[in-house]
């Protein structure tokens, strides 16, 4: 039985490590939905996710968040306003060793922010990148006049996505006192 008080989901490109950031968190054994990748243009990996993955953390203060994986391939677009509804917000991965990130970052925000404003980004897969620089992320949000947080995380290490949770309640938090 599901018993959450509320949820952030995971969102983002095929491979980017969004079943990854889960696991790093649940304090519950993850339900995943991961399937034989038949996608190796899209992404070499051996699974990859073909429906909503879920996991649990709860707070230092009790609060208790599901965390809902979504399936990164376009494909399965049609749930992803679904798993959205009533969401705190959603960490948008997408994987740095993409041939095209910018246009994968533009592409799942682009979708994205029509279900929230409460986004924060995380870049992944650095470490095995690094002849490519990042600076291009800050520079494509802020020629488009984007404030969200950005961040550069391993999706296997749990303070990387702490700290990502930490700034969706932060700035919800703030945009709550704002209309108030």
Known sequence: MILQQYKIVFAG???????????SL?????????AFNTDTQAHSK?????GIDYGEITLDDGVKIGLYG??????FDFIWPVICQGALGVILLVDHNSKVPIEELEGYLDTFKD???????????????????????????TQNNYQYPLFFIDA????????????LIATLEVNLKATH
């Open 13 to 23: 490109s095929m491979g980017a490590g969004k079943t990854e950031a889960i696991r």
């Open 70 to 75: 979504t399936p990164g391939q376009t494909r």
């Open 115 to 141: 279900y929230t404003q409460n986004i924060s980004i995380g870049i992944t897969h650095v470490d095995e990148n690094k002849g490519q620089s990042t600076t291009m992320y800050r520079e494509w949000l």
């Open 26 to 34: 649940s304090e519950v054994p993850v339900l995943a939905t991961e």
């Open 156 to 167: 296997r290490k749990q303070e990387h996505i702490l700290l990502m949770i930490e700034s």
């Open 46 to 50: 051996a699974e990859t996710t073909v």
